[in-house]
């Protein structure tokens, strides 16, 4: 999935996190409502303004960013 044109990261919204198409609602706080046992069904219609896609951007992105991440050894 492209999630790029899906997750957005402006510095002067929610302090700079990653957040859905512009909106106050981040990455952050669907990957917690879908760790914290929500479906994807229920995050949908808790907030009716996510679409499914949406969720998978931010999935999608985690995913990516986990890919990303830099280990060091000491």
Do not use: W
């Not at 990261?9 to 609602?25: A, L, N």
């Not at 046992?37 to 985690?62: K, N, R, S, V, W």
Request: glycine share 6%; proline share 4%.
């Amino acid at each position: 999935m492209n999630y790029h044109d899906i997750i957005t990261i402006e510095p002067c919204k929610r302090g700079g996190k990653p957040c859905i198409r512009g909106m106050r609602m981040t990455v952050y706080d669907v990957l917690e409502y879908l760790a914290s046992g929500m479906t994807m069904q229920e995050i949908l219609d808790d907030f009716p303004y996510l679409t499914h896609e949406d969720i998978l951007a931010c999935l999608a992105f985690a995913a990516d960013r986990e890919k990303n991440l830099l280990v060091v050894q000491t």
